[in-house]
């Protein structure tokens, strides 16, 4: 084999090296650009899967705003209407009391007429019994006006009490009505 052979074919595998050389640039070159194509997919499923995180937390944040801000208006509600059962009560209790006052001293003036008419024949030896009820016992608005005597109206420790001889009542409700209730002297009386 002469020296040109020899070259004829080392130029022949030289090129070959050279063209393997160039394949393999090119697979590392495409492996690369696949590998990278495959990071920047990850880091924009990433990003959009952070975003809707954000959005799931966002949507949350203002779900528990929202019913708080309900639970608020429905508690504030609820007050305003206890406030106001609690007036309409109060009103009906005062009217009612007062009713009973009118009516106690409506039927006293009654009463004091035909006491004395009654006294009349008291002076001339009748005598009068006072019923005395126990303590606890209710009785009626008609029976309260109805007593033996007149009633004076004291109120101790912000609470109404009516005096009847020794007897002490104090009003109760009943039944939409007006009761009264045998109870012990307030402290002081």
Same mark, same amino acid.
């Given at each position: 084999?002469?020296?040109?052979?020899?070259?004829?074919?080392?130029?022949?595998?030289?090129?070959?090296? +050279?063209?393997?050389?160039?394949?393999?640039?090119?697979?590392?070159?495409?492996?690369?650009?696949?590998?990278?194509?495959?990071?920047?997919? !990850?880091?924009?499923?990433?990003?959009?899967? +952070?975003?809707?995180?954000?959005?799931?937390? +966002?949507? !949350?944040?203002?779900?528990?705003?929202?019913?708080?801000?309900?639970?608020?208006?429905?508690?504030?509600?609820?007050?305003?209407?206890?406030?106001?059962?609690?007036?309409?009560?109060?009103?009906?209790?005062?009217? @009612?009391?007062?009713?009973?006052?009118?009516?106690? $001293?409506?039927?006293?003036?009654?009463?004091?007429?035909?006491?004395?008419?009654?006294?009349?024949?008291?002076?001339?030896?009748? @005598?009068?019994?006072?019923?005395? $009820?126990?303590?606890?016992?209710?009785?009626?608005?008609?029976?309260?006006?109805?007593?033996?005597?007149?009633?004076?109206?004291?109120?101790?420790?912000?609470?109404?009490? $009516?005096?009847?001889?020794?007897?002490? $009542?104090?009003? @109760?409700? +009943?039944?939409?009505?007006?009761?009264?209730?045998?109870?012990?002297?307030?402290?002081?009386?």
């Amino acid at each position: 084999m002469g020296a040109q052979e020899r070259r004829a074919g080392m130029t022949g595998r030289s090129g070959q090296r +050279s063209e393997m050389r160039i394949q393999g640039q090119a697979q590392r070159t495409e492996r690369a650009q696949g590998r990278a194509d495959t990071r920047q997919a !990850r880091q924009d499923t990433r990003t959009e899967r +952070s975003g809707e995180r954000s959005g799931v937390r +966002s949507d !949350r944040q203002e779900g528990r705003t929202e019913r708080q801000g309900t639970r608020q208006e429905q508690r504030t509600e609820r007050q305003g209407t206890r406030q106001e059962q609690r007036t309409d009560r109060q009103g009906q209790r005062q009217t @009612a009391v007062n009713e009973a006052y009118d009516n106690r $001293y409506h039927d006293h003036d009654d009463w004091d007429d035909d006491w004395d008419d009654y006294w009349g024949a008291a002076a001339v030896g009748a @005598a009068v019994a006072v019923t005395a $009820y126990a303590i606890g016992t209710t009785i009626t608005a008609s029976a309260f006006a109805a007593l033996p005597c007149t009633s004076t109206t004291i109120v101790a420790g912000g609470v109404t009490y $009516y005096q009847c001889g020794t007897t002490w $009542y104090q009003p @109760a409700y +009943s039944g939409g009505g007006v009761t009264y209730v045998v109870v012990n002297p307030p402290a002081g009386y």
